[in-house]
């Protein structure tokens, strides 16, 4: 069965520091990945996702993600966070097969001005 | 673009009663929709695959007798919480693919349940 662990619960940065949100998966095979961001009471949006192709990938709102097939690992980074970062971040796979998504526990990030 | 809509945004209920969820997709088609429940401070957890046409597909652990899920039309999910009790009191968030960009998926703003 599929899994997905975010080693990182609850971040607090100060603005313009550098931010890196660990995110490794267990799954044998190919897998889509994504990561999910959900602001103060709003519904989770899409920030970035990996199919295929280039593993580094961009996002909106300056985020990045690399994906390192070798160590089953996603993480999240933005050179310089700000106040409005501030959200829980959700890293998630599904299978190459289906649209089902597999969520990893979340991150909640702090950024202080 | 896509958007999915849930209604209602939040509701409170007796213990012992029924509750009915619904999930719309307002541009676009869904045959297939995803139903999730995220406990406060929690990641979502997948509790089943609704489909239309056809009998939803249940994650392990989860009662398909006490969440019924009907996806009657390609543009609307309904999950029922069945003689609810103050521990089915949680966040339900549906999604649906967009089928013009397969494998992403559109949230809904989910629905609080409060059970009494």
């Known amino acids: 069965a599929q899994s997905v662990s975010q080693h990182n619960h609850h971040v607090i940065l100060s603005e313009a520091a550098s931010l890196e949100l660990g995110c490794n998966y267990s799954?044998?095979?190919?897998?889509?990945l994504f990561w999910y961001v959900q602001y103060p009471g709003q519904h989770l949006q899409l920030l970035l996702k990996y199919f295929s192709g280039d593993p580094l990938v961009k996002g909106i709102k300056g985020f990045e993600a690399e994906f390192i097939k070798s160590k089953f690992s996603f993480n999240l980074r933005k050179p310089s966070v700000q106040w409005s970062d501030t959200a829980e971040y959700f890293c998630?796979?599904?299978?190459?097969?289906?649209?089902?998504?597999?969520f990893g526990t979340g991150t909640r990030l702090q950024v202080f001005p | 673009g896509a958007v999915v809509s849930q209604h209602p945004s939040w509701v409170i209920c007796k213990s012992g009663t029924s509750v009915k969820i619904e999930c719309r997709s307002l541009d676009f088609q869904a045959t297939t929709m995803f139903w999730y429940r995220q406990f406060p401070k929690q990641s979502l957890m997948l509790m089943a695959t609704?489909?239309?046409?056809?009998?939803?597909?249940?994650e392990q652990g989860v009662e398909k007798d006490k969440f019924l899920i009907n996806h009657a039309s390609l543009t609307l999910s309904t999950l029922t919480v069945t003689s609810a009790h103050p521990e089915d009191s949680s966040f339900y968030i549906c999604?649906?693919?967009?089928?013009?960009?397969?494998?992403?998926?559109?949230f809904g703003p989910g629905t609080r349940l409060t059970v009494t």
């Open positions: 609704s489909n239309e046409g056809s009998k939803a597909t249940y």
């Open positions: 998630a796979v599904s299978a190459w097969y289906t649209d089902k998504l597999i």
């Open positions: 799954y044998g095979g190919t897998v889509n």
């Open positions: 999604s649906a693919p967009s089928g013009a960009n397969s494998y992403e998926q559109y």
